[in-house]
């Protein structure tokens, strides 16, 4: 399969994770430029990046949908890859956010609920896989398993301006208990038992965006009032992100792949949380600590948007080897 119609069979859906990054890096830009008016071009573009992407990623995957059913019915049934289709989902989410603090709030309404609808649906098939399963193993678990179910967390950040509270609640709910299992199920899988494979190191990045994206849309949910809990929750966050820079080492010598973008959208939530969280307290520390991740998350995705255009230019990327 070299033609690209073909590749597109293997159109893998996590590849949405560079929409959550690029879109995480867009919000962070748009919380800039209410201080530094000089960001605004800078997230007009980047936003406008976003959502190309979006918009090519969707047709190619639709494309996929239609001519290579087989081959998404694989992937919503097999054991780690179905922890990545909700990327969709909540890209469509982190759109919805970024579009709402650009005041277009009927854009932002109608992104909000079709990313909902998408989300709830994909938590309850991998939610049903889990308890009706005959096929998981503590090797299948990594921390991609955040993606299908505590990524219902994000839902209340623009929500609460589309719908009632009550519904809100309900996915803050599911996403935070969840948060704890599934962390407890992760612990103890990368303490006790073998290894992650190279390819699924990245996603370890990921246990930085529970807190922080929870740190963020409790305050949505509690009229932005920073408290004991809302604390809590940024400081795990930090020591989340403390953790994994101090192990970057080890991540730098891994080889590049598709899986490296799980690295850009907690660092993208990072930035936003300690944004929002100098904003409320009006200490200036975490704005150092915003524009310090925001640096870095900036010079990642453009190298990670070059790297990816080579393999995709290499055909290292959609065959059948990923």
Same mark, same amino acid.
């Given at each position: 399969?070299?033609?690209?119609?073909?590749?597109?069979?293997?159109?893998?859906? +996590?590849? =949405?994770?560079?929409?959550? /990054?690029?879109?995480?890096?867009? &919000? @962070?830009?748009? %919380?800039?430029?209410?201080?530094?008016?000089?960001?605004?071009?800078?997230?007009?573009?980047?936003?406008?990046?976003?959502?190309t992407a979006m918009v090519i990623l969707s047709l190619a995957y639709s494309y996929k949908t239609l001519r290579f059913f087989p081959e998404v019915r694989a992937e919503?049934?097999?054991?780690?890859?179905?922890?990545?289709?909700?990327?969709f989902s909540i890209s469509l989410l982190l759109l919805s956010i970024a579009f709402y603090a650009l005041q277009q709030p009927e854009l932002s309404k109608w992104l909000?609920?079709?990313?909902?609808?998408?989300?709830?649906?994909?938590?309850?098939?991998?939610?049903?896989?889990?308890?009706?399963?005959?096929?998981?193993?503590?090797?299948?678990?990594?921390? +991609?398993? =955040?993606?299908?179910?505590? /990524?219902?967390?994000?839902?209340? &950040? @623009?929500?609460? %301006?589309?719908?009632?509270?009550?519904?809100?609640?309900?996915?803050?709910?599911?996403?935070?208990?969840f948060w704890i299992i599934v962390k407890a199920v992760l612990v103890n899988r990368i303490i006790f038992h073998a290894p992650m494979q190279d390819r699924l190191i990245?996603?370890?990045?990921?246990?930085?965006?529970?807190?922080?994206?929870?740190?963020?849309?409790?305050?949505?949910?509690?009229?932005?009032?920073?408290?004991?809990?809302?604390?809590?929750?940024?400081?795990?966050?930090?020591?989340?992100?403390?953790?994994?820079?101090?192990?970057?080492?080890?991540?730098?010598?891994?080889?590049?792949?598709?899986?490296?973008?799980?690295?850009?959208?907690?660092?993208?939530?990072?930035?936003?949380? +300690?944004?929002?969280?100098?904003?409320?307290?009006?200490?200036?520390?975490?704005?150092?600590?915003?524009?310090?991740?925001?640096?870095?998350?900036?010079?990642?995705?453009?190298?990670?948007?070059?790297?990816?255009?080579?393999?995709?230019?290499?055909?290292?990327?959609?065959?059948?080897?990923?």
């Amino acid at each position: 399969m070299n033609s690209l119609p073909q590749r597109i069979a293997y159109l893998p859906a +996590s590849f =949405f994770g560079m929409v959550m /990054g690029m879109t995480g890096l867009s &919000i @962070a830009f748009i %919380h800039l430029s209410h201080h530094f008016s000089q960001f605004t071009s800078a997230a007009s573009i980047s936003l406008a990046v976003s959502v190309t992407a979006m918009v090519i990623l969707s047709l190619a995957y639709s494309y996929k949908t239609l001519r290579f059913f087989p081959e998404v019915r694989a992937e919503l049934k097999h054991p780690i890859k179905m922890n990545f289709m909700p990327a969709f989902s909540i890209s469509l989410l982190l759109l919805s956010i970024a579009f709402y603090a650009l005041q277009q709030p009927e854009l932002s309404k109608w992104l909000w609920t079709i990313g909902t609808v998408l989300q709830i649906t994909l938590t309850y098939w991998v939610l049903y896989n889990w308890v009706h399963h005959d096929f998981f193993t503590p090797e299948h678990s990594n921390p +991609s398993w =955040f993606i299908p179910i505590v /990524g219902n967390i994000i839902v209340p &950040i @623009a929500g609460v %301006h589309h719908a009632p509270l009550e519904i809100n609640w309900f996915f803050f709910s599911v996403g935070f208990i969840f948060w704890i299992i599934v962390k407890a199920v992760l612990v103890n899988r990368i303490i006790f038992h073998a290894p992650m494979q190279d390819r699924l190191i990245p996603t370890l990045f990921i246990f930085i965006a529970p807190p922080a994206v929870g740190f963020i849309s409790y305050l949505a949910l509690n009229d932005q009032q920073v408290n004991q809990f809302a604390m809590m929750l940024y400081f795990f966050a930090l020591a989340m992100t403390l953790l994994m820079l101090i192990s970057v080492h080890k991540f730098s010598k891994l080889e590049f792949a598709l899986s490296w973008w799980a690295f850009t959208f907690p660092i993208a939530a990072m930035v936003i949380a +300690s944004y929002i969280m100098s904003n409320q307290t009006g200490s200036g520390i975490y704005n150092v600590i915003g524009y310090s991740l925001h640096a870095v998350l900036t010079l990642l995705i453009l190298a990670l948007t070059y790297r990816t255009l080579l393999a995709v230019r290499g055909k290292q990327i959609c065959n059948d080897k990923h």
